[in-house]
Every structure is written in C-alpha cells, then in structure tokens.
C-alpha cells in the first residue's frame, strides 16, 4: 500500500546494481540504471550517506547531491 504522506524507513542497502528498500514492512528491489545514475555510479561511502527527509517522503544523499521521492520509486514498480 502505498501511503502520500509518509513512509517508515527500516534500511537501504546496496549490491553494485541494485538498491534494495525495505520500507512500511514491504522490500523492494530497484535497479540502480533505471532510478539513478548518479548512485549507479557513486562509491559505497557516498551510497551508505543517506539520510530520510520530510517526515518520510524521500531519501537524500547529500554527498552527491541526489533526491529520490519514496512513493515514486514504489510507483515504478
């Protein structure tokens, strides 16, 4: 289900193609070529320097300047 207002964060992780999401109790798995190529590319220290903003309804990486909407990246499934 996917909720407008916010989502519960649990982990983000990652293998060298893909990032893998669990969030609200669900896990979803996104290829990295198709939601971002500045993550695709980024080292494993700027991936793991995240952090979740607005009370839930993205995910940041300051260190290379990349934004990602939660419920977009669910609705791309």
């Given at each position: 289900m996917i909720k407008s207002d916010y989502h519960i964060v649990k982990s983000i992780s990652f293998t060298d193609s893909n990032m893998i999401l669990k969030v609200d109790n669900e896990e979803f798995n996104f290829k990295l070529k198709e939601i971002s190529r500045k993550l695709l590319h980024a080292t494993t220290k700027e991936r793991e320097a995240y952090k979740v903003i607005c009370s839930g309804y993205?995910?940041?990486?300051?260190?290379?300047?990349?934004d990602l909407a939660i419920?977009?990246?669910?609705?791309?499934?």
């Open positions: 993205g995910i940041s990486w300051p260190l290379i300047d990349e419920d977009g990246l669910i609705k791309s499934i």
